[in-house]
């Protein structure tokens, strides 16, 4: 072992003495292996009764594999070492998520459990209902709900259909569920990847009430900021290996990140030197309405244009028709009932995906597991699919030359993956973004609309895709870069178009834009 | 290049082939399985089950619903179900037995070969404009599949009632009766054994001269000749089998050839890949720029030509038309295509293990008849293969 581990050995020998009682969570050596992979190695770590305690890593690092530990996906005799919760040793059957909840631990994942047809009190007592002589006792039910959702300041109403929720408070209904099991420790995983600022701020206070009310947190992002805003200590991991375990007020954003990834990121956005050339997409007063239901309008006006070979970044909160505006653009949500989008000067209409295609028009898609990838198939299989018409005569398919052209894209992009043919669902985020990006490089757009396109995907993976889009913007494609993330936008673009309630509320040149800016003009008090 | 093909060892052979298992681990097991049970029945029955005359009735009994589970594949795996081919291709087989019976005869006697023809071709083409109807419904007025084709399987049931008024129809003129129950002349099955094998033989070498001329890599030539290999064997097997009782049977030829052609219409165009995208992500599929609708359309109508053929050989098989034809025949086509690994949940399923499949299911049922076992067991027993084959299925991929 080399001298890194030493000095790590150390430290972990220094706070393995015997727990004491403000110790709730403790995870003793640790070790646990898949065939020809090492996913933790020889982890030490203790969570203090109470704390929040953020730990972060690049995707890979083994962070969810401690969790599936804690969860009993992994179960106790499939790892080394012992984990003990208030000095009690852990000892999960196969995959009994009874059995973790009972011993006090609570997960809410990335993508939320919830059934979305019943109410939010259902959805809390789902499977431990209040019976009374075998039937449900439905007041007791909603007014149990209501002291819970009061005690812990969640703004939710009991008796609301869970579908009709926005993801933030869907996030809040879960955390409810999580308590009401008594939960001792709330593991959140990512929980801020689909949230908007504003919701991401109200679970940072719902976070501090826990906090007030003893409730231990695990906190997982890729969010740096969020550590710093809400965690009591950090622990990152890498490769397997606890890296170092410190209080957040030592720690700063750089130090976290060489942390992480091994090494001085010194820029977290690479440099560019982009000459934005001639206009190619003029949208000019677009107004759409959502077809399902044409009295609600998604679009109120929004105009922009966007040059050859720059990134235009668009900010927003949730719902302020971001998503929306990508996908009336690529043909295959809003109905335009006003205005006009050009390409090259020429007026366009896309009526579908396929349409929009034809005219040099590319989306990567906000959920990639949903709307950009067929995730049981194979890499192959995922780039190749919209741009079958070049592979094909009037019925066959060259096979051979999918496989050429599909490689050049995936060499270029550098997903890792030892061939093809293996499944997506078998990549790690950033690779399945980068499988996303290569089907829509194949087709050869001229614009390139990207629906946040490094959601959920770490450090390392982040800075490839930023390197990638200033290479296609050499080329002369022309982006949209839609984001949550405002580091981003303001890092990556050479102007930002600020979206507020489906109209674009101002568009920044990046001299002018600040955060202060963007948010001012993104909550409509600019 | 290609290395590995100029120093072939005993272990990397044997290293070569167990990969190439892991890799079609779940078309492999069922393999085995089908062997498993051939082995016992050919013991319980002292060796008569493997017998020609046996051989050649059992892949010939499995026909008539192994087409339908050609296409039924395809619907499934864009994650829907056909509940009424069963039913369509019931009644296509009366129409045609009327035909036959009671039409011909009247505008145009005496004329064997032109009716037979337009026998098939009615066949085919109400076959075909069912599955377009049901296509049309289920795709562009988006009415889920499940309830289509039941209603569907209703009205058919009522559509054979009526054309048959609760009677049996003859249909067993001896040029029409051939399609279902002809044999090809020893001479003949032998020169279609072996243009399929020399085909074989080509397709593969000239494959490996294209992917060279791209510069890929190649698998060993010694892999490819052995698989190659092994179909030219099973093929000359089936040949000598069944030349040594009645020759090549016509439907089992037919069928083979709507298998080969469904299986390369699913792997190699655009119709066969937008489906396996389709029901592996709906939403995906849409946004790749793939036509749903069209596509989930066109394979209705594909299911309903399958319908036709399944109906006209059905009908020349049995020589009748009667009230029962077609009774339950979609559960087998659908079974066939499960036991072979196709995903209800959309998506995942091939033409190949469907066949292996319908022909499981066959050697059950030929199996248990040469036993004497009442009709009554061989339903308990088929019920609990099945459910057994999928258990095994998903206990593996659990403990992969």
């Known amino acids: ?526 | 290049m290609n290395t590995t093909s100029n120093n072939v060892s005993v272990q990397g052979v044997i290293a070569n082939l167990a990969k190439q298992f892991r890799a079609n681990i779940q078309t492999y097991a069922i393999i085995v399985a089908m062997i498993f049970i051939w082995i016992l029945f050919a013991i319980a029955t002292g060796g008569r089950y493997l017998s020609a005359q046996n051989v050649s009735n059992l892949i010939r009994q499995m026909t008539v619903t192994s087409f339908l589970a050609v296409g039924m594949v395809l619907v499934i795996v864009t994650g829907g179900i056909d509940l009424s081919v069963g039913k369509v291709a019931g009644f296509v087989s009366v129409i045609v037995a009327q035909f036959q019976a009671n039409i011909w005869n009247k505008i145009l006697p005496g004329q064997e070969l032109l009716t037979t023809i337009l026998s098939v071709v009615v066949g085919l083409g109400i076959g075909t404009l069912v599955g377009a109807i049901q296509g049309y419904i289920i795709s562009y007025l988006a009415v889920p599949s499940f309830i289509v084709t039941l209603g569907a399987q209703w009205a058919f049931n009522g559509g054979i009632l009526i054309v048959t008024q609760g009677k049996t129809i003859p249909a067993n003129q001896p040029l029409f009766s051939w399609i279902g129950q002809g044999y090809l002349k020893p001479i003949a099955g032998w020169v279609v054994a072996l243009g399929v094998i020399v085909l074989l033989f080509y397709t593969m070498f000239n494959s490996r001269q294209k992917k060279r001329r791209y510069g890929f890599e190649l698998s060993p030539l010694y892999m490819d000749v052995l698989k190659t290999a092994l179909y030219s064997v099973l093929i000359l097997v089936y040949v000598v089998v069944v030349n040594s009782f009645n020759g090549v049977s016509i439907p089992v030829l037919l069928l083979a050839i709507s298998a080969v052609v469904m299986a390369y219409v699913s792997n190699n165009t655009r119709f066969g890949r937008y489906a396996y995208a389709i029901g592996g992500n709906r939403e995906a599929a849409r946004l790749s720029g793939v036509n749903i609708k069209k596509n989930v359309f066109s394979i209705f109508v594909v299911m309903g030509l399958l319908c036709g053929v399944s109906g006209v050989v059905l009908a020349s098989y049995i020589g009748y038309g009667t009230v029962a034809a077609g009774q339950g025949y979609e559960l087998d086509a659908i079974a066939s295509c499960i036991l072979g690994g196709t995903s209800t949940l959309g998506g995942e399923g091939t033409v190949f293990g469907a066949m292996v499949g319908a022909l499981i299911m066959a050697s059950l049922t030929n199996g248990l008849q040469i036993l004497n076992v009442p009709s009554s067991w061989q339903y308990v027993v088929k019920g609990i293969v099945l459910i057994l084959a999928v258990y095994t299925d998903v206990y593996f991929k659990k403990n992969r």
């Open chain 1, 1 to 526: 072992m080399n001298d890194e581990n030493t000095v790590i050995d150390a430290q972990v020998a220094k706070v393995n003495t015997p727990a004491g009682d403000d110790i709730i969570l403790d995870f003793r050596n640790v070790t646990k292996t898949f065939p020809g992979v090492v996913a933790l190695r020889d982890v030490s770590l203790q969570i203090k009764r109470g704390e929040i305690h953020g730990i972060c890593g690049e995707n890979g690092a083994g962070k969810s594999t401690l969790m599936k530990i804690l969860s009993g996906v992994y179960p106790w005799g499939t790892y080394e070492g012992q984990v003990f919760i208030e000095g009690q040793e852990l000892r999960l059957e196969s995959s009994s998520i009874r059995q973790a909840i009972e011993a006090g631990i609570a997960i809410v994942y990335q993508e939320l459990t919830l059934v979305p047809g019943i109410t939010v009190g259902e959805n809390i007592f789902l499977g431990k209902e209040p019976l009374e002589r075998g039937v449900i006792n439905w007041d007791k039910l909603y007014a149990d709900t209501q002291r819970l959702l009061e005690e812990y300041k969640l703004d939710i109403h009991p008796q609301a259909l869970v579908k009709n929720l926005g993801v933030g408070k869907m996030q809040m209904t879960e955390i409810a569920k999580a308590l009401s099991e008594n939960a001792r420790i709330l593991i959140l995983d990512e929980p801020t990847s689909a949230l908007a600022e504003a919701e991401i701020e109200k679970l940072m206070e719902i976070l501090r009430t826990l906090k007030e009310h003893g409730v231990t947190c695990i906190y997982i992002s890729h969010k740096l900021n969020e550590f710093f805003a809400i965690t009591d200590t950090i622990t990152v991991l890498r490769d397997g290996r606890v890296i170092t375990t410190q209080p957040t007020r030592n720690l700063t954003v750089e130090k976290l990140v060489s942390y992480m990834v091994g090494r001085e990121m010194t820029e977290r956005f690479p440099e560019s030197h982009r000459q934005p050339g001639e206009v190619v997409l003029e949208v000019e007063d677009l107004h759409a309405v959502d077809p399902e239901e044409p009295s609600r309008e998604v679009l109120k006006g929004v105009s922009f244009n966007l040059r050859k070979g720059e990134v235009l970044g668009i900010a927003g909160l949730m719902g302020s028709g971001r998503t929306e505006l990508a996908m009336t653009l690529f043909g295959e949500y809003g109905k335009i009932t006003r205005g006009t989008v050009k390409l090259e000067g020429r007026p366009i209409s896309p009526k579908s995906s396929r349409d929009a295609m034809m005219h040099g028009l590319s989306l990567v898609p906000e959920d990639r597991k949903r709307h950009g990838l067929v995730l049981i198939q194979s890499i192959l299989r995922n780039i190749s699919l919209p741009n079958l018409d070049r592979f094909a005569t009037w019925y066959k398919i060259d096979d051979n030359a999918e496989l050429k052209a599909s490689r050049t894209f995936a060499q270029s992009l550098a997903i890792k993956a030892p061939h093809l043919n293996v499944q997506c669902n078998t990549l790690s985020g950033g690779n399945q973004q980068k499988v996303v990006i290569s089907k829509w490089l194949m087709s050869n757009p001229k614009v390139l609309i990207m629906d946040d396109p490094t959601r959920g995907i770490d450090v390392g993976a982040k800075y490839e895709i930023y390197k990638l889009i200033n290479d296609l913007t050499a080329q002369g494609i022309a982006i949209i870069m839609i984001s949550s993330d405002l580091e981003e936008v303001l890092g990556m673009s050479n102007r930002v178009m600020v979206m507020h309630a489906g109209r674009s509320a101002g568009t920044l040149d990046i001299t002018e834009a600040t955060q202060e800016r963007v948010m001012a003009l993104a909550t409509g008090i600019a």
